[in-house]
């Protein structure tokens, strides 16, 4: 399974040169994971944060912008998951606009407690619905 | 009339203290007024940019912050236009989430040509438009 | 007593436009308050936040922006106490870029306890602090 | 040759964990590249974008956030360039706290011009100065 969102270029996204200014790709690769939470883990980012006192802090990161995106394009932000360990996830995403793909990236994080700033087993109720956007799960 | 939409608040938007960081409000605002622009004015916010190479800055701003918005709430943005003279606006907006206005404001712009850096007054085409926005026109 | 820092306009801070976004004018005069209790009160801001887990949130806010400021401007940005209160506080900023006023603004926040979420009067040392800053204090 | 700047974690840049929201880094790594064609390679950064009309978009990018960073932090980050093609440019970069490293990364940019939309050459008095901060140069 895969993860989609639209989502259009505001001016906030965009530089002086008139395209997105490239950490704004991570800030939207990361609203499309807490959507992925939220919608399709039934865990609403949210509460995960506030209550569960857990987060998914990043702690590698790959990217490639291939193609320029300008103020007011809607983009098409899909992700799968690449590897899930024990605590830790690598997402890929990638973005669409027209026909091109505009930029790709591999995203790994940790699952950690917000209290004991240590990394944390993912649960198993969790986990087996992390698990159904596995790509080619073997 | 009056132009709404929901909005989802985000780990981008949120400070340490686990509520929205103020200026994160002015660029929900911005967002909504783009959304106003595409969706209701009939002129896509990006293309007045790029093409029209139109843009209408703020000048003045006044906000108030009622009661505090959490990282995963949805809030309610509302404008309506509250003045409208030969090329600037005078925009009120506000933000409910559950039963409180969590926040409200006055955001003024300029229309402005990007080449010449003037001021330029609205056609009548989008005057028109924006006139249907005006709270209790008279 | 006035607290003054020069801070440059970076690519993060600017628009489409190729001047200033004005929320990221919001976002200057923060770090502004906050390189203010570093420097100026003796409360270093992230243990304020961190340790003794009070806040500072905005609970108003007036702003003119007069004149545009572009990428690579050094802007000198100023802020006097304009009111104290028990809890509260109204600072007064200015941004100067050449022998222009950039923009003006007031701020007032309220001092918050991050845990109860209610306000929290200043104790009197910070408070002694602050008040060399009042503007004309009578 | 090596070039260093400090810089202090602000609220903007930290999010609801209280430590510094990815996206943030690269918001930093860009501002310190700035500073280092202003400071380092007598091409004030402003300029080169509003009157030479050029820009260095990112087109790969790699990253690992080692130790958390938190709110009031002070970092030592550091640049030099890995590699320089014709024009294309890949810029190593490491962000020391106490004695710690926590973040390094590479960036690929490359010369564009903003109005044609395509690769530029760096032309050689610009080059020269590139060079000095090549790593190991053979």
């Known amino acids: 399974m895969r993860f989609e969102r639209d989502k259009t270029l505001h001016f906030q996204h965009c530089d002086p040169a008139g395209i997105i200014f490239y950490p704004q790709y991570f800030v939207l690769f990361h609203e499309l994971m807490e959507e992925w ?55 890929a995403v990638d973005v669409h606009g027209g026909d091109a793909c505009r930029a790709r990236g591999k995203i790994t994080v940790v699952q950690m407690s917000l209290e004991s700033r240590r990394a944390v087993a993912f649960d198993s109720a969790l986990r087996v619905r992390m698990e159904r956007f596995l790509h080619a799960p073997i």
Do not use: H, M, W
């Open 37 to 91: 939470f939220t919608a399709a883990l039934n865990t609403p980012y949210g509460e995960y944060i506030r209550v569960q006192r857990l987060g998914v802090p990043a702690v590698k990161i790959e990217a490639e912008f291939l193609t320029q995106a300008f103020l007011g394009d809607t983009l098409r932000l899909g992700l799968i998951c690449e590897r899930l360990g024990t605590s830790s996830l690598t997402l």
